[in-house]
Structures are given as C-alpha cells and as structure tokens.
C-alpha cells in the first residue's frame, strides 16, 4: 500500500457551480433575466418583491418568482397575490437556496414566456453567499432597522452581490437612520457598489429600483 | 450553519477522484479557504468529521489553509494583503481598492490517498 499525495484543485462548491452554469444557460437562452433577493430575515424582501411583480405585471412586464423559506408557504401566498406565477421552496433546515433547488422549479414555468424570474432567498445575510443560483443579478438588501454598520459584519455576503438596497426607508427617521454612515459602511466593504434607498411600502424611490431592473435586462437581452 | 453542506460537497467533489483512482482510503484533505469565502474552518472541522463516518474519509485529517484578502492597488501599482475582510482600502496608502486579487477560494487542493 502506497501513500500519495493527488492534486485535486476544485472548488468544494464545484456540483452547484456547475448546475448553476446549467441554468445559467438555459436562462440565457430563454431570454430570461433572473434576480437572487437576499437579506436578513425581516428586512422586506417579500413586500419589496410583491410590489415588483404587482409593478411589472401592471407594465405589461411577464414575471415570476420562486421562494425559499424552511418552513411554510406564507411568503408564495403574499406573492401570488400580485398575479404573478410563485413556487414556494420548503428547506426544511437548511439555511440557504441551491441551484438544485431552482432548477426543481423550472418546470412549473414556461421560462421562455418570462420576462423576469425573481428568487427570494431564505432570509440569511450568511450562508446564500456561496451558493450560485444561476442568476444576472444578486441583490442584498437591508433596513433602516438593522443597524448601519450591517455590511461591516457581512462582508462575504456584500462583495458576492451586484446592487445593495436600503429598504423600508420610510421608517428612516424613527430609527434615527443615519443614511451617510451606511453609504460609507458599504463602500468600505465593496468600493463602488450600486446603492438605491428606497420603501416599497410608499413606494418612495421605487422608480429607480424598476429602471435599474428594466436597464439591467436590455443589457442582457437587447 | 452551512459548513455541514460544505462538508458533504467536500465529501462530493474527494470521492471523484478516490473513485477515479481506486483508492482504499484518504488520509489527508488540504484545502485553500480564503478570509471571503465566509466559512468557519472550526465548524467546517466539526462538520467534515461527521459527515466522513462511514465513507473512505473517516479519520482523514483536514488541513486548511486560509487565504487573507490580497486585493490590488492602483496607485501603489502592487498586490496588498488587507488586514481585514470589511475594509477595501490600500494598508500603505489608504486608496480605495475593489480588486480583489484572493480571498474567495473554496477548494480542495489536493487528497492524500492510499492506493
């Protein structure tokens, strides 16, 4: 018996990058733009999300949306009710989405008749970070609640994501917001990054958030 | 708490290459963690015990090397390493710098197995 050493040099991750490049493609060639939600939970992903869909249905825009939660299908029913096709994920336990778990769902969707397909995490600023999903665009979001110094504690999870968005805005004063600190917060952590503060209860900077969605999806498919 | 799916990709992605190779048995795993990739070697440790009972692995000893944050500097022209995960900024000149040149590795270097 001989001992040796092997040179392996892959990623851990390498079975959900490689179904995540998979959809990727699939998505691609469908001509679907998808968006992965992620945030604490609490921070108002869902309402956030709800009010997109109502939005884009409104627009004449064809989106969908798959959820993951570990347990109930409380978040697909509040979706749902914007028009737009939902599929609620059940984990379980486990404390993130996977590619596997998304390309599960397609079937329940006609991906070439779909304009937007959105995926709203399971509510953890940690573990969703690793996780490829095949998506266009990774959105963080956090609250006025949170603290301003969350993306000083997530830095994983802000340098995996595109845009950051600063959420239920409305409530900014009660909490004694202080927005400067969080702009200085997230560009510690990821210099540059796309920044929208809005509310998606008052819809108050709402409108910057669907054009960005509308100028990301030409880019891709013009 | 996702260093237990991390573990069992790691478990996933070995026996490729234990299979490939017909081998008995891995005694070592090394691994190339970098300070981004938002894994816990200790819980990573803990999980890779559990999940290797029974499998070819168990009793594989996990060595981990962990990757700092190395991002590059446009106005000092070089690589810096960043003493911290949550501050892009040069440690010689204070410039802003998004370049991330390592710390997001996840990987399995390489296995040391028994033929």
């Known amino acids: 018996m001989t001992t040796r050493i092997v040179e392996v040099r892959a990623g851990i991750l390498k079975k959900n990058d490689e179904l995540a490049r998979d959809l990727r493609r699939r998505f691609e060639s469908a001509g679907v733009f998808v968006v992965n939600l992620v945030s604490s939970p609490g921070t108002g992903k869902t309402a956030f999300l709800e009010h997109t869909l109502s939005y884009l249905l409104a627009h004449g825009r064809r989106a969908a949306a798959i959820v993951g939660d570990l347990e109930t299908d409380n978040d697909a029913r509040r979706l749902a009710r914007s028009g737009a096709p939902v599929r609620q994920v059940n984990t379980h336990g486990r404390c993130h989405l996977e590619a596997e778990n998304i390309g599960a769902e397609l079937g329940a969707f006609g991906l070439t008749d779909l304009d937007y397909l959105f995926i709203e995490n399971v509510g953890n600023l940690v573990c969703p970070s690793s996780y490829d999903l095949g998506e266009a665009l990774r959105v963080v979001l956090l609250s006025v609640t949170e603290g301003e110094d969350k993306p000083l504690k997530y830095p994983t999870m802000f340098n995996s994501a595109d845009v950051a968005i600063i959420t239920k805005i409305d409530l900014a004063a009660a909490c004694e917001f202080d927005a400067a600190a969080a702009h200085r917060a997230i560009n510690d952590v990821r210099p540059g990054m796309r920044i929208l503060e809005l509310s998606a209860k008052t819809g108050q900077g709402m409108d910057a958030w669907y054009a960005l969605l509308d100028d990301a999806r030409r880019a891709r498919h013009p | ?115």
């Open chain 2, 1 to 115: 708490m996702h260093e237990l799916s991390i573990a069992t990709s790691i478990v996933d992605v070995a026996m490729e290459t234990v299979d490939r190779l017909n081998a008995s048995r891995v005694s070592a795993v090394n691994l190339r963690i970098g300070r981004l990739a938002g894994v816990d070697a200790d819980a990573l440790r803990f999980s890779f015990d559990v999940v290797t009972q029974g499998t070819r692995l168990e009793g594989a000893a996990l060595a981990i090397a962990e990757l700092p944050v190395v991002a590059f500097c446009d106005r000092c022209d070089r690589d810096v390493e960043l003493p911290a995960a949550n501050f892009m900024h040069c440690p010689l000149c204070d410039q802003v710098t998004g370049i991330i040149r390592q710390g997001k590795e996840l990987e399995i270097a390489s296995l040391e197995i028994d033929e």
